[in-house]
């Protein structure tokens, strides 16, 4: 394994298909998209659930995935790929993005906006109509075949105005807008992965929403799904309440005394003082 495999993550082949609990129309629209031959962004909150839907979708529509994290650092090469010395001579080796575009599968780029900005540039010929990679290092010209889709996400919260996805670039993408699933969904899905039972699943997801009532004023994110099941988990595995609480859905969120007196009052106003 290169280290340009290891960066991104492929998964793919007929094996389970991941959970994930649908909340609105967004696994047929995915699919549309994905027979239209259109890319997809995906907006949201961190831990809202995201990556576990490109999983599942990718699984469903059976294509391989790749799912790359941006940073700061990822540059264009780091997609496409680059020579490498190999036992004394270079060798091409694709990136995850042209692997995915010779063999037809799925790019997710998370984080989108967190890439360099010479990314863009590799991603526009690719989410027009041409859907083209031009391989600039070795002189090819691939054309993306029906079966490879781009998505990419990013948190419009943690928005800067460095960091913000130019229109030229969002215009290209169908998009759908994520956030914390409704109570009820968001129960199935903590009993679910957390093994935790109903009653506690759903004590959780009432204090979430009094958590996140607090967003804005105090907090810059709200507390996410991800967080409430790792909560579950730790309670189910016999952390006791308020100190798995704590240190799920207090410690992760702030460092400011102040706040955590604020979250710590919710948290003892549902689950007591024991
Ligand atoms: N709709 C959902 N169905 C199933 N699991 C979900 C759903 N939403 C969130 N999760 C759970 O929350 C975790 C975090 O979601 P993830 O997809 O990693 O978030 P994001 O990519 O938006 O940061 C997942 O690992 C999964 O356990
Ligand atoms: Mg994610």
């Known amino acids: 394994m290169n280290h340009l495999e290891m960066a991104a993550g492929r998964s793919g082949g007929a094996t389970q298909i991941p959970y994930y609990q649908s909340i609105g129309g967004e696994c047929a629209l995915f699919q549309h998209a994905f027979e239209q031959r259109l890319p997809l962004l995906l907006k949201g909150p961190t831990g809202c659930g995201k990556t576990r839907f490109v999983q ?7 294509r391989p995935l790749y799912t790359v994290a941006c940073h700061d650092d990822l540059t264009a090469a780091d997609l496409t790929g680059r020579f490498l010395l190999r036992d004394g001579e270079t060798q091409w080796v ?3 993005l042209t692997r995915a575009v010779r063999e037809g599968g799925i790019c997710y780029l998370d984080e989108v906006v967190e890439a360099r900005k010479d990314v863009t540039v590799v991603l526009h010929p ?3 109509d041409r859907r083209l990679l031009p391989l600039e290092r070795t002189g090819e010209q691939l054309q993306a075949p029906d079966d490879f889709m781009l998505v990419v996400s990013y948190n419009p919260g943690y928005q800067h105005i460095l960091k913000a996805l ?3 670039t969002r215009q290209r993408f169908v998009a759908l807008a994520f956030d914390f699933p409704p109570p009820e969904q968001e129960r199935d899905i903590v009993a ?9 699943a759903t004590a959780l997801v009432n204090l979430a929403a009094r958590l996140r009532a607090l967003k804005g004023q105090d907090l810059e994110e709200g507390v996410s799904t991800r967080l409430l099941i790792y909560c579950g988990s730790l309670i189910q595995a016999g952390v006791p309440v308020l100190e798995a609480a704590r240190a799920t859905l207090v410690e992760p969120l702030t460092d400011d005394a ?11 106003a549902t689950f007591g003082e024991d």
């Open 56 to 62: 599942h979708m990718a699984a469903r529509l059976d």
């Open 94 to 96: 694709d990136g995850p």
């Open 126 to 128: 690719l989410t027009d």
């Open 166 to 168: 130019k229109p030229s």
């Open 192 to 200: 679910r992965e957390s093994g935790l039972d109903t009653p506690r």
């Open 258 to 268: 102040d706040v955590q007196a604020g979250l710590l009052e919710a948290l003892r």
